[in-house]
Nanobody, 120 residues
């Protein structure tokens, strides 16, 4: 089994910063794509940022220039540095990863989510 555990959410004023972390643990052989999604109340879950095993990054337009995704392969951890936060960034943020288990089976996993609230 593989678990993804997020941390770092919280309440911040507009213009502030937060850093989210997501650590993968369990029967892991390798991890390919890692990503952050978010879901605001009444809205569909959307992709925020993605990073591949070769460190290729992609971002949704609304966070470009403000958010940075990174990963530490030795720690099986992905980060999301969020700067210049806006009230519209308020959402539950979820970690997502494509993980190959020790049995060489690929599966997609989700974390439990961490709340980010940006006050105006």
């Amino acid at each position: 089994q593989v678990q993804l555990v997020e941390s770092g959410g919280g309440l911040v004023q507009a213009g502030g910063s937060l850093r989210l972390s997501c650590a993968a643990s369990g029967s892991i052989f390798s991890i390919n794509r890692m990503a952050w999604y978010r879901q605001a109340p009444g809205k569909q879950r959307e992709s925020v940022a993605t990073i591949t095993s070769s460190d290729r990054e992609t971002y949704t337009d609304s966070v470009k220039g403000r958010f940075t995704i990174s990963r530490d392969n030795a720690k099986n951890t992905v980060y999301l540095q969020m700067n210049s936060l806006k009230p519209e960034d308020t959402a539950v943020y979820y970690c997502n990863a494509d993980v190959q288990s020790l049995g060489r089976v690929w599966r997609n996993y989700w974390g439990q989510g961490t709340q980010v609230t940006v006050s105006s």
